[in-house]
Every structure is written in structure tokens, then in C-alpha cells.
């Protein structure tokens, strides 16, 4: 079993909300616990002046991002938004401080959007990341060779770890003590902070999945019409026929225009309606099949664990809003 040393590197502007994450996780102490546990350093670019938070809070510390290369671990919590949604570079400051820790051996870990930075000091090259499921698409293109997956809570790649969006990076940093520490030790940790140990599933069931838009006239109405009829055993002929089209230049125009097959974008809809359906009412697993056109509940089972990364009973567990019919 093994602590060490926790380096959270600080920039300005950075988001509070995962901060506080590490910092709960990492920063009291819990000797009776584990002895000893983890020493916590948070560090930024202006040693002794701190950083600001994108609440204008200060956060203070006697320790710069030079402290990185000496830590066990490096954690990178979110960083500020302008990074990520308008591209503006990571400060320079902090990418060669990542590149140094790296090669000084320290376990490398991103939370949320974190994995920008890890990204750009070439620390994701030719390995599978995650970050929040929004910043997915921004992450694989500004970083072609790194694997990015949005549809998982966090990757464990040994030395590098990187966890999806918010809450994702409690999943991560309880992960982190796990594999140091014991089941045992993260079990009490998460039964303090009154949050499960281990969450099923991945973000994809997170994801808000939509009805693609298109100004395609002969498409557009088409898709509303699917989705109006999903419990119906339909066939790219019969979009096609709708659409007025051949069966082939259907689905290449489909292709075109929505950037996926009709069978799957069917089948993505009904995943999408049976999550719904587990969500407000009070269907049995039998009948969501039914109604969302899965079909069986085997069927519907093993779709909706391969879209969502989750049961259709667990995630009925944690997302219920209420019943009906």
C-alpha cells in the first residue's frame, strides 16, 4: 500500500468544483485510516500569491509549479473554461512543468478537462483519455493522437489517468486511493463523504442524445416520423420509402447528412426513448422493450448496457424523476 506525495497544479480562472474534490479526497488526514496518508500540495505558477479561482476566490500556497516534479502523483483539476472553449492555449508554464514530472516518474492524473493540459505536454499521445462528454469532439481535434472515449467515467492507463466531466473526478480520486490504499480504506473514504464507493456505468448516461437536426427536406420529416413510431419493426426500406427514396440513396444521403447509418441512429433513438421511459414511468423492463421497439427485455438489456454502460435497472435507480404511464 502506498501514499506519497499529491502535487494539484493551479492556474487562474480554473473551475473550484474539482479542486475541491482532490482536496477533500487527498487533504485531511486520515491516519486512522491508513498511516500515513497523503501529503497535499497545491501549486501554482506564482509561488506565494496563489491563484484566483474562476469565482475570484484566492487560493493561497507557499508552493510553485517547480514542486511538481518532486510529487508521487500530479493532479490537474479542471481547467478555466477559455481553454477549452476557445482553444486559447494551456499557460506554457504549466505544460513544461507536466512535461517534467512525467519524465521524473510521477503518476499523471486530469480530471475533467484537465486532460487538456495533459494532452498538450504530449502525455495522452497513443493513449485512450476521457474528459467531460461536451469537450470530447474539441479534445480529439486539437490532439489527434490521443484515444479520447466519452463514453467512460475515467481510464486508468498505469502511469496516466484521466477522468470525465464534474462529478467523474470523485469516481477517479476514489479509484486512486483504492489501488494505493485497499478497497477497504476508499469504501470508508466515500461512506464519509455519504457518496457510493463505485458508480455502474459510464457517462454516456450523461449524455443529453437529441434528434440530429437537418434542413434536409426529405430527410427532416422522415426522422420525426421514426421517432413518433419507434415500437414499430422498421427498416431502412421503409425510411426509404417514406423519404421517397431507393433503399441506397437513402441511407447515402443518410450517411451524409447525420454522419451515421440509419440502423444505428435507429438504434440510438431507441436507447434514448427507453431512457426516457425508465426515467418517468413506472413500465416494467418487459414493457420498455416493447415500447421503445428493443423488443425483448434481454434485448433491451444488452443495447442499453452497450450504449449507456449501465442496466436499464441501475439507471432507472439513479435517474427516476417520478411515475406514470
Given at each position: ?5 499529491v502535487?494539484v497544479?493551479?492556474?487562474d ?62 493532479i ?8 477549452v472553449?476557445?482553444e ?11 512535461v ?21 505536454a ?76 463505485h458508480r ?29 413510431h ?47 421511459l ?11 422493450g ?36
Amino acid at each position: 500500500m502506498t501514499t506519497g506525495s499529491v502535487a494539484v497544479a493551479l492556474i487562474d480562472g480554473m473551475p473550484l468544483y474539482e479542486l475541491g474534490i482532490v482536496c477533500e479526497v487527498f487533504g485531511p488526514s486520515r491516519t486512522d485510516l491508513a498511516d500515513p496518508w497523503y501529503e497535499l500540495r497545491l501549486c501554482a505558477d506564482r509561488a506565494g500569491d496563489g491563484a484566483r479561482s474562476e469565482f475570484g476566490f484566492t487560493i493561497g500556497t507557499r508552493h510553485g509549479l517547480d514542486e511538481l516534479v518532486r510529487a508521487d502523483t500530479v493532479i490537474v483539476p479542471a481547467l478555466p473554461y477559455v481553454h477549452v472553449e476557445t482553444e486559447q492555449p494551456v499557460p506554457q508554464a504549466l505544460v513544461e512543468a507536466l512535461v517534467e514530472a512525467g519524465r521524473a516518474g510521477a503518476r499523471m492524473v486530469s480530471l475533467c478537462s484537465g486532460a487538456f493540459a495533459l494532452a498538450a505536454a504530449g502525455l495522452l499521445d497513443g493513449r485512450r483519455a476521457a474528459t467531460h462528454w461536451m469537450y470530447a469532439d474539441a479534445l480529439a481535434r486539437r490532439h489527434p493522437r490521443v484515444r479520447v472515449d466519452a463514453s467512460v467515467l475515467y481510464v486508468d492507463e498505469g502511469t496516466v489517468l484521466t477522468s470525465a466531466g464534474r462529478s467523474a473526478a470523485l469516481d477517479l480520486c476514489l479509484h486512486l486511493v483504492r489501488g494505493d490504499l485497499g478497497a477497504d480504506v476508499a469504501n470508508q473514504v466515500a461512506r464519509r463523504m455519504v457518496i457510493p464507493s463505485h458508480r455502474p456505468g459510464g457517462q454516456a448516461q450523461f449524455v443529453d442524445l437529441a434528434v440530429p437536426r437537418t434542413d434536409d427536406a426529405g430527410l427532416g420529416p422522415v426522422l420525426h416520423w421514426a421517432t413518433t413510431h419507434l415500437d414499430r419493426p422498421l427498416t431502412v426500406a421503409d425510411l426509404a420509402r417514406r423519404a421517397r427514396m431507393s433503399p441506397r440513396t437513402f441511407a447515402r444521403r443518410f450517411l451524409a447528412t447525420t454522419g451515421t447509418t440509419p440502423l444505428r441512429w435507429l438504434l440510438g433513438q431507441r436507447v434514448s426513448h427507453a431512457r426516457h421511459l425508465l426515467e418517468s414511468t413506472d413500465l416494467t423492463i418487459d414493457q420498455v422493450g416493447v415500447r421503445s421497439g428493443l423488443g425483448s427485455a434481454a434485448n433491451l438489456r444488452r443495447h442499453f448496457a452497450a450504449q449507456v454502460g449501465a442496466t436499464p435497472t441501475e439507471y432507472r435507480r439513479a435517474f427516476r424523476t417520478g411515475s406514470g404511464a
